[in-house]
């Protein structure tokens, strides 16, 4: 049985030094409950696994590593690097002078921040902000609550998401979708397997690629732009859509729609907003994947919104209905999650519920009419049919945050 080193109050002086400069121990180091921040002259180290319990952080003038993964309740800051052989989280901030790097996933309640390099083998999440100094790489997503910056590129195998910006030095480059609130900027190019979407403008260095759509106010690319050039869906329709104006690159590829925008994860062409009493409602067109003929009368729909809650239908009562419904929905997004994940099967009922979607929007990302929606379908299946979408994320994330492990991350 590996060895434990127990830190309590006793081991510490009045600043809430560690009576020895340095800890290099062989088994686990565990911080007790309750002692704010905890510092370390030099550096610390564990062969095995680092542990602040709850209201407590970790500070160490050097280095902080562990065989295993190091977790704290409140923040952990190093004056050099942070390295753990499997995740690193914190209730509060991680920081370092050096670069952070964990084996699997690395996840802060506040911001993430290194003089170097971050990588993660799995994600990398942050309640606020993430910068780097170099590069930001990880093996599935990285999300921030806030921005993203790196001096150098920013990769990730999955998807980028960032509520403000995302900035980076060299290149962006995800295996799935890139996604700010506000914008995306790099010094080089950005290219993403599924869309790119941004609250305001995307600007790249040297060209923009998007294996399906681009979807912002403004695009600038000093080279080409290419939207809907992924290898597993047909080049058509939304999938290749630029909804943007285009303030300068070479449009090399894609159907150019600035009038286009990203309702509730369905591009739809809106037209002149009216009003009756609190909620506001339009005639449009959505988007297809299957026909680059956008404005075809078969894919004429209303939209209904009251705030920043969308929904769309066939008729304009089918929208104002189903927007009604999702302002009503409160569900515990935890408890839908968890059961979902209990049964093996998703209900329609449950989707929506998480989800907020609309029939409607339900009915399009499954390829289906609102008629012929099915009751239930496999938690393997519904992933792979909601794959890429706005819907299909939020989804994906809640069972994920329950507990969820896809078939890809087990095997």
Known sequence: MADTLHITKSDLDENGFYKEDSIDFDGHIRIAANLGYVRFKFSIR????????AGSGIKAGGGI???????????????????????????????????????????????I???????????????????AGWGIKAGSGIEAGWGIKAGWGIKAGWGIEAGWGIKAGSGIEAGWGIEAGWGIKAGSGIKAGEGIEAGSGIKAGEGIEAGEGIFAKTVTAAYNIFAGVSTYIDARGANKLVAAQVLSGNLAYGLHEPSAQLIDGIPTILGKWRKKGDIEY????????????LRAKGNACFVARRGDVYSHGRKLREAVNDLEYKLLCNANVPEVAALIIQEGVVTLQQWRAITRACAYGTALHLGLSVDDLPESMSIQDSFEKCAGTGFGNTYRRALLDAGYVPAEVAA
């Open 46 to 53: 564990a062969n095995l696994s680092i542990q602040a319990d």
């Open 113 to 131: 921040e290194a003089g170097e390099g971050i990588e993660a083998g799995w994600g990398i999440e942050a309640g606020w902000g993430i910068e």
């Open 282 to 293: 339009c005639k449009g067109f959505r988007c297809p994947d299957d026909s680059d003929d």
């Open 65 to 111: 590593e562990a065989g295993w993964g190091i977790k704290a309740g409140w923040g952990i800051e190093a004056g050099e690097g942070i390295e753990a052989g499997w995740g690193i989280e914190a209730g509060w901030g991680i920081e370092a002078g050096w670069g952070i790097k964990a084996g699997s996933g690395i996840k802060a309640g506040e911001g």
